[in-house]
């Protein structure tokens, strides 16, 4: 296909003349054709506008008609497969292979969220019937259901450039609720996001749905990201980025005249605490499992691991040598972007610039390429010093050790929120580990037990979120079904005659939910 740089505005293409920038090939250091053009403040304002009317009609639309329109979004998505091939590599440096599971993990949420519509227990009907009679008062009959929030402006991520971008889990749980989405593409990936955009454009058309259900709309800078969230046809926002990136899209949200959410992922050191009976049962294995995923994607996932707690004694010099033996071993690799390899680079430089940190594996990045990075601190300087405990976004590690049991737990509560946390235990270790989980649960939004953080399932059950500052608000997950209730809010309808409620609540109950009815989970 002949790409074009322009953004999409409802079914139709922007207009040249703002600024403008190119992707970029991190793996060769060139710059990438086409030019890509910002949206100009005209059609940020008509995006808005197309999805403010959008919302009436796309807003009502029963679910399973919803769920038409996904299935057909994954197919556009999985149809464009070897344009994606053409373009994602070059513009992130990442594997074929990585472009092709990315592709199908996007497609498969967009069919995730479509067997969720039409299934429809989502909207978590309830219904308290009237009770005339009841004394002191008596209570109107009152029904609640989830409604669509309104227009969502999504912010794409650099690392995913499919699954968490424009065609990602923000835009399609937001789509799933019933809320039009206007896109904002990251600039590290433009053609990708072009083509990930045609997709969703070409679904909203097929289906016959308002041009204004998606809209895609590129910046050189700040300025469209800006507007969107300030703009008052916006409802909530969508984001998966950096912590500046975050609290900035949250202060501006916060101060509108009426302030909006923003559901905003922003990345986690993802503690790992190895106890003894597994330190001295497998430190080799160890070693190896999680050097395998740090250096996964050149560790550039929200959930690789950051900071690795240790106890001392059998095993511990054994795990502590063949994890630096291995990471010493990896290649320079390609980051996404410049910008990212040099905040890498600036992080790796402030921590080796401590007098508190021993720095195990030594090498010398350049350009996007980037190499791992592995430091050693003590327990004492790890509890009295932030600035040990910061994500820095590569494959960079502290390893801290423990002098005694409880000091796992001192570590545990120490943590800021965090997106996941992992035990590595045998079954010596179940005590202790007991006493961790609790603590644990606390600080984050995923706890392992003989796992890697890396590797995200997509499914029901799946929580990608935790407390501030993992995410904006610890109560939701930005992965899995379960990120549909970002984007909607309850309603309730009372004394409403039954020909004029959603279908959801209506007393024949004509899609056959599940609801609550006078206290009781019912179906029928």
């Known amino acids: 296909m002949k790409w074009m740089g322009l953004s999409l505005i409802g079914a139709e293409r922007g207009e040249p003349g703002g600024g403008t920038f190119t992707g970029w090939d991190p793996a060769e250091g060139r710059a990438l054709e086409p030019r890509y053009h910002s949206a100009h403040p005209h059609e940020v304002e008509r995006a808005c506008r197309l999805a403010r009317e959008a919302m009436p009609v796309f807003g009502a639309l029963p679910s399973r008609q919803r769920a038409v329109f996904l299935e057909r979004a994954a197919e556009a998505l999985l149809a464009a497969e070897a344009d994606f091939l053409a373009v994602t590599p070059r513009e992130t440096g990442l594997p074929p292979a990585r472009i092709q599971s990315e592709l199908g993990r996007a497609a498969n949420q967009f069919r995730q969220f479509a067997r969720l519509l039409e299934e429809g227990s989502w909207v978590d009907a309830r219904i308290d019937h009237a009770a005339p009679e009841r004394r002191p008062a008596p209570r109107p009959d009152l029904r609640s259901a989830l409604r669509p929030l309104g227009p969502v402006a999504v912010f794409g991520a650099s690392n995913f450039p499919l699954a968490f971008s424009v065609a990602g889990g923000d835009t399609a749980s937001a789509l799933a609720a019933g809320c039009p989405v206007i896109a904002k593409a990251h600039p590290a990936h433009p053609a990708t996001s072009e083509r990930a955009g045609?997709?969703?454009?070409?679904?909203?058309?097929?289906?016959?749905?308002?041009?204004?259900?998606?809209?895609?709309?590129?910046?050189?800078?700040?300025?469209?990201?800006?507007?969107?969230?300030?703009?008052?046809?916006?409802?909530?926002?969508?984001?998966?980025?950096?912590?500046?990136?975050?609290?900035?899209?949250?202060?501006?949200?916060?101060?509108?005249?009426?302030?909006?959410?923003?559901?905003?992922?922003?990345?986690?050191?993802?503690?790992?605490?190895?106890?003894?009976?597994?330190?001295?049962?497998?430190?080799?294995?160890?070693?190896?499992?999680?050097?395998?995923?740090?250096?996964?994607?050149?560790?550039?996932?929200?959930?690789?691991?950051?900071?690795?707690?240790?106890?001392?004694?059998?095993?511990?010099?054994?795990?502590?040598?063949?994890?630096?033996?291995?990471?010493?071993?990896?290649?320079?690799?390609?980051?996404?972007?410049?910008?990212?390899?040099?905040?890498?680079?600036?992080?790796?430089?402030?921590?080796?610039?401590?007098?508190?940190?021993?720095?195990?594996?030594?090498?010398?990045?350049?350009?996007?390429?980037?190499?791992?990075?592995?430091?050693?601190?003590?327990?004492?300087?790890?509890?009295?010093?932030?600035?040990?405990t910061e994500e820095v976004f590569g494959s960079c590690a502290i390893v801290a050790h423990v002098r005694e049991a409880g000091d796992f737990a001192r570590v545990a509560a120490h943590l800021e929120g965090q997106l996941t946390a992992t035990l590595m235990v045998e079954a010596g270790?179940?005590?202790?580990?007991?006493?961790?989980?609790?603590?644990?649960?606390?600080?984050?939004?995923?706890?392992?037990?003989?796992?890697?953080?890396?590797?995200?399932?997509?499914?029901?059950?799946?929580?990608?979120?935790?407390?501030?500052?993992?995410?904006?608000?610890?109560?939701?997950?930005?992965?899995?079904?379960?990120?549909?209730?970002?984007?909607?809010?309850?309603?309730?309808?009372?004394?409403?005659?039954?020909?004029?409620?959603?279908s959801e609540l209506r007393e024949s109950n004509p899609l056959n939910l599940w609801r609550t009815v006078d206290g009781v989970l019912k179906r029928g």
Do not use: K, W
Not at 310 to 329: I, K, Q, V, W
Not at 332 to 344: D, K, N, Y
């Open 198 to 388: 045609l997709a969703l454009r070409e679904a909203v058309l097929a289906c016959g749905l308002p041009e204004g259900v998606f809209s895609l709309l590129f910046d050189a800078g700040m300025d469209v990201g800006r507007a969107l969230v300030r703009h008052p046809s916006i409802r909530a926002v969508g984001f998966t980025g950096s912590r500046a990136g975050g609290r900035a899209l949250m202060e501006l949200a916060a101060a509108r005249p009426e302030p909006i959410p923003v559901f905003a992922e922003m990345g986690s050191i993802n503690p790992v605490f190895i106890l003894p009976t597994a330190l001295a049962a497998r430190p080799e294995a160890l070693a190896e499992q999680l050097a395998a995923s740090m250096l996964l994607g050149a560790g550039q996932f929200c959930t690789s691991p950051g900071l690795i707690v240790t106890a001392g004694g059998e095993g511990h010099e054994t795990f502590r040598a063949r994890l630096a033996e291995r990471l010493g071993a990896a290649p320079a690799v390609p980051m996404l972007t410049e910008g990212i390899a040099e905040r890498f680079r600036e992080g790796v430089a402030r921590l080796a610039a401590r007098p508190d940190t021993r720095r195990r594996v030594e090498g010398e990045s350049r350009a996007a390429y980037a190499v791992p990075a592995l430091f050693e601190v003590e327990l004492d300087a790890l509890l009295s010093e932030p600035a040990l």
């Open 429 to 502: 270790d179940h005590a202790l580990a007991a006493e961790l989980l609790p603590v644990l649960a606390d600080r984050v939004g995923r706890v392992l037990v003989n796992g890697v953080p890396t590797g995200v399932e997509v499914c029901a059950a799946m929580v990608h979120g935790g407390p501030y500052p993992a995410s904006s608000d610890g109560r939701f997950t930005a992965v899995g079904t379960g990120a549909i209730h970002r984007f909607a809010r309850p309603v309730c309808f009372q004394d409403v005659p039954d020909a004029l409620l959603p």
